[in-house]
């Protein structure tokens, strides 16, 4: 089973991706680990939104905290409906502060990007180890980041538009308020 994104332990050694078809018990899947920071990023900005007046930017964001856990739940089942185990791993302190809400979504793209490459990463190694129910689950994933990245890569170009302040602002915060949750 592959599952990490590039530091895998059985018990404290740390394997090379060659040893990765020897791991299926003592894994250290690094990927919730990132999923969850995701969900704390967004829950961040969420909490700047409020702290700004923009309740519907605070509402988005919060929605995304959910989704991002729900990644986190969906590779932990598939490590234990697979027979392997995660270790959970401290998880950094996201940035509190931001600029502009357009700063922001600026930092929610990069972020994108930079799972993206991770996720990508993975699928990589799921292919190279033959792992095809990995490879099926990380499909879903694969898919979801272009969805990720077109969502933040929009809203960042509209808000390049909008004045830092005024109604167009206030406008694109009843919008972001409307959005609904959905199941992943
Ligand atoms: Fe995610
Ligand atoms: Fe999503």
Known sequence: MILVREHLFVGEQRLDDADLRLTSPGIRLAQVKEELYSAYLYLSMSAYCEG?????????????????????????????NRGGKVILQAIEQPPVDFRSPVDMFQQALDHEKKVTGLINHL??????????????????????????????????????????????????????????????
């Not at 309740?55 to 234990?80: C, I, S």
């Not at 980041?145 to 909008?162: D, F, G, P, R, Y």
């Open 52 to 80: 700004i007046n923009l309740p519907g930017f605070a509402h988005w964001m919060r929605l995304q905290f959910h989704e991002e856990t729900n990644h986190a739940l969906k590779l932990f089942d598939h490590v234990y």
């Open 123 to 184: 699928y990589g190694l799921a292919v190279k180890e033959s792992d095809y129910a990995a490879q099926t689950m990380l499909q879903w994933f694969v898919s979801e980041q272009v969805e990720e990245e077109k969502n933040a890569s929009q809203i960042w170009e509209q808000l390049k538009m909008v004045p830092e302040k005024g109604a167009a602002l206030l406008m694109m915060d009843k919008h972001l308020g409307s959005r609904a949750a959905s199941a992943e």
